[in-house]
């Protein structure tokens, strides 16, 4: 644990990670790199919380923009968290990871529910606790659920793993001239309206002095050397006085 520079963090991952090469649903392959990447700091002892989203199978904005109600939209991409979520568990489980799923959503068969202190427990035994059902609530996303989670378990960093491996100036897919940051502040995230995170999720960091992290979960070993404190991705801090 001395190598670590961090010992309890929330990582969010993307619905679209789970998909690896594919374009819809949850990629096998994916799951199995996801833990041989996590199992290397589990076994040291990090406390992993995670929060994953469900765009691989059903987004809510998407649902909303074909003409769904927006609430009822968002209820089902909730749902698709908890598909994922369980998928996770099972690849956790039998890389002999403990893992446990809770539900924002009462659904006892499949998920405990949400409760801050069993939560943290979760944490201190050293299961790998994943958050599902977002907050609970349409309108919010995954984003600003992995941001209220980590406040509330006393998290030492939310990690965002994308595709991407930081935050940019503009779009480094449709720009190749785009300009990556090392770091970066809230407010600059906020005001160049660059979308690593929603603003909801982003603003709530910043006023409960989260730290965030982006980096690119395709690169080997990423995780690790982010719990370790080395360089990598772009990391979101406060304004300096």
Do not use: W
């Amino acid at each position: 644990m001395s190598d670590y520079k961090y010992h309890r963090v929330l990582l969010k991952l993307s619905g679209e990670a789970l998909m690896g090469s594919s374009d819809y649903g949850i990629d096998p392959q994916m799951l199995e790199r996801l833990a041989h990447e996590i199992k290397v700091p589990y076994d040291k002892g990090v406390q992993i919380a995670i929060v994953v989203g469900g765009g691989n199978i059903f987004r809510g904005l998407a649902g909303a923009a074909s003409g769904m109600d927006r609430a009822q939209a968002d209820c089902m991409g909730m749902l698709a968290t908890v598909m994922n979520s369980l998928a996770l568990q099972d690849c956790f489980e039998r890389h002999g990871m403990m893992c446990r799923v809770m539900s924002a959503i009462e659904m006892h068969e499949v998920a405990e529910g949400y409760i801050r202190r069993r939560a943290t427990r979760h944490l201190e035994k050293g299961r790998i606790t994943i958050f599902a059902a977002g907050t609970g609530n349409p309108y919010f996303t995954t984003d600003t659920a992995a941001a209220l989670r980590a406040c509330e378990i006393d998290a030492e960093i939310l990690m965002k793993a994308t595709k991407v491996d930081g935050i940019y100036d503009m779009d480094p897919v449709t720009h190749p001239e785009a300009t990556k940051f090392d770091s970066i502040t809230y407010l600059d995230v906020l005001t160049r309206d660059l979308k690593v995170m929603d603003a909801t999720a982003t603003a709530l960091c910043h006023d409960n002095h989260m730290p965030m992290m982006v980096f690119n979960i395709e690169q080997p070993g990423v995780f690790d050397k982010a719990l370790r404190g080395e360089p990598v991705g772009t990391t979101v801090v406060e304004e300096e006085c």
